[in-house]
């Protein structure tokens, strides 16, 4: 299955409509234009930061749209951000998402976890990992090489087979104005895989994203209404659903602090998520900022759960990233440095 068309959308951050970006947008495009694909930009993706974030019913109707307009075979976020969960009553009032949702591709990261969660609820099987802005619109002579591998396979065959670590890794962009355009980003050897705990070889269907984005649906300190909302539209998976997944984990760009990324995980543990999983998957941290110290604390507050914890995978946050099909038999094995999944 190739991908004909892409729908992109802006379900969280409204930055792909400001004049700023603009000649990130059209590097994008023109990657896109390589691979044959039609673009459509959703009706109100591209209407700038304040009216996204005044207008999340807009967000809401953009995707239902994606879903609805049957040409579109590909769903793809323009970018991360914060407050997704604000979709909530638009997709879940009167099942709005539920009657409109089919399977086809939907693939974004970082706060985009809620929608994948969201889309988890009504059934439909997501993919985790890459963006527009973030990937497609790399201001380097090519998509990072890595990045692009996965995204080639999505784009023409509509599923990822397997992962393996990536070479590299490189140390993000601070500079994204028009004078940062040809400029590669530097490079650092990547270590694989790393196994913190358990078996090397164990399996299950990958759910999870951005532990930020996760924590704030039990926790009320960056918007007030966070716990409640998601709460009333039960939007976090019981411990049933969990039973014998794999959790992937990854931290976003504000790179929480040891104190706040242990605050983070015992919010999970308490939920009980630890004693149900087969295992947990952590995305490298970006940079590899608190590297060791995130290493130690899952060591710590994991030390009496029985399940295998992979460190190092190179997803979300840090650059390049894979893609991970949520919803789908992965088959994780370290010793080999793959994982594999099984349609």
Known sequence: MSIQKIGIVSLSNGIMGESFIQHELKIGLERLKQYGIEVEFLPHALKGIEFIKKHPECRAKDLLTAFMDDSIDMILCAVGGEDTYRLLPYLFENNELEKVATQKIFLGFSDTTINHLMLHKVGIKTFYGQAFLPDVCELAKEMMPYTKQYFEELIHTGKIHEIRPSDFWYQEREDFSESAVGIEMTSYPNKGFELLKGQPAFEGKIL????????????????????????????????????????????????????????????????????????????KPQNEMYYDEYKEILLEELSDKELSVVYNVNVGHATPRCIIPFGVEAEVNVEKQVIQFKY
């Open 208 to 283: 999870g994203g951005c532990l930020e984005s996760i924590y704030y649906i039990f926790d009320n300190s960056r918007f007030e209404d966070t716990v409640s909302l998601c709460a009333k539209y039960s939007l976090f998976p019981q411990l049933e659903d969990w039973k014998g997944k794999i959790l992937l984990l990854e931290t976003s760009e504000e790179k929480p602090t040891p104190e706040l990324f242990r605050k983070m995980i015992r919010a999970l543990k308490e939920y009980g998520l630890f004693d149900v999983l087969s295992g947990v998957l952590v995305g």
